[in-house]
Structures are given as structure tokens and as C-alpha cells.
């Protein structure tokens, strides 16, 4: 179910790997934030780009059907780097 999901802006199988592991050191940043606000601005940051980037993935391949996750992600992500810079 998730590797469909993900396949669906048709990236690569072989990318999957690296992407979860992006996603897995942005949140273990976020979570080192609270005890060194620096890593977790810049993990909050990094992950802002990330799904910004989802969303221009959606985007290009017309598929804005399924944009709504990674949309709701951002604006998360968005959320704790203004909480992050404004601590």
C-alpha cells in the first residue's frame, strides 16, 4: 500500500529506500531539536523542502488527486520550523 503510494508520481523503485531514509533522519532531527534547537531547525527546514518537492512531484505528472498528504505534511512541517526558529 505505501510503496504504491509513493510509486504514483512514478519515482523510481530503486529511490524508495533512500527517500525513507531521508524522511526518518528529518524526523529524528525534529526530535533531537528539542534538546539542540539548531539541528531540529534545520531538520524542520530540510523537511520543508522535501515535500515541497513532493508537491512539485505530484504536480509534474498531474496527479494533484493524491497532493493532499504531502500538502498536509508541509504546512506541519512549516509549523515546526517557525516553532523551531521562533524558540
Do not use: E, N, S
Request: glycine share 6%; net charge positive; proline share 6%.
Amino acid at each position: 500500500m505505501l510503496r504504491c503510494g509513493l510509486t504514483r508520481p512514478h519515482c523510481p523503485a530503486r529511490k524508495l529506500p533512500q527517500l525513507a531514509v531521508v524522511l526518518l533522519l528529518g524526523a529524528a532531527g525534529v526530535l533531537a531539536g528539542w534538546v539542540w534547537t539548531p539541528i531540529g531547525l534545520a531538520a524542520a527546514a530540510a523537511l520543508v523542502v522535501y515535500f515541497a518537492l513532493a508537491l512539485v512531484a505530484h504536480a509534474t505528472h498531474r496527479d494533484l488527486a493524491h497532493a493532499t498528504t504531502p500538502l498536509a505534511v508541509l504546512v506541519l512541517a512549516a509549523t515546526a520550523t517557525a516553532l523551531y526558529a521562533a524558540r
